[in-house]
């Protein structure tokens, strides 16, 4: 039984961004970062390293082997759409309306300062019609 247990994440420098603590010491838990500093900022893009990090009875948490290196391993950040509007499931939503999404990193160069795309379609959109805008890499603008 742990005394103590919290997940590090860590920089590309070795940085501490956050420190999770281990939602239960006594069993098996998942523990989710939601990509944020302990400042509660969103952490830019790139490389990032996860490790548990636990004692008992003053003794370091370690592998059967002694080692620590199976308690560690690679994150990747990407951006992703932290805002929309529309909203997700918006029923009454005017023909004119454009479509936007704000992003947690710049992801094009339309607006870098507030991160937000805006999509202004160049006609009307149809009235009681369902619109998807995939962010990514799942095609292009679709309706029905």
């Known amino acids: 039984m742990l005394d103590t247990c919290q997940i590090e994440i860590r920089n590309a420098a070795d940085t501490l961004v956050r420190a999770l603590s281990c939602l ?25 390293t996860w490790r548990i990090v636990g004692a008992t009875d003053g003794i370091s948490l370690a592998d059967y082997d ?30 004119t309306a454009n479509v936007t999404a704000t992003f947690s990193a710049p992801v094009v160069t339309y607006n870098a300062t507030n991160r937000t795309v805006t999509l202004n379609p160049i006609r009307t959109l149809s009235r009681y019609s369902h619109y998807r805008v995939p962010v990514g890499d799942d095609g292009p603008l679709s309706g029905t």
């Open 24 to 48: 239960d010491r006594h069993a098996a838990t998942t523990v989710t970062w939601d990509g944020k500093d302990t400042a509660g900022a969103l952490v830019p893009d790139g490389s990032y």
């Open 66 to 95: 002694g080692s620590t290196s199976a308690l560690s391993g690679a994150i990747t950040v990407q951006p992703w759409v932290t805002a929309q509007s529309p909203g997700a499931d918006s029923i009454t939503v005017s023909q």
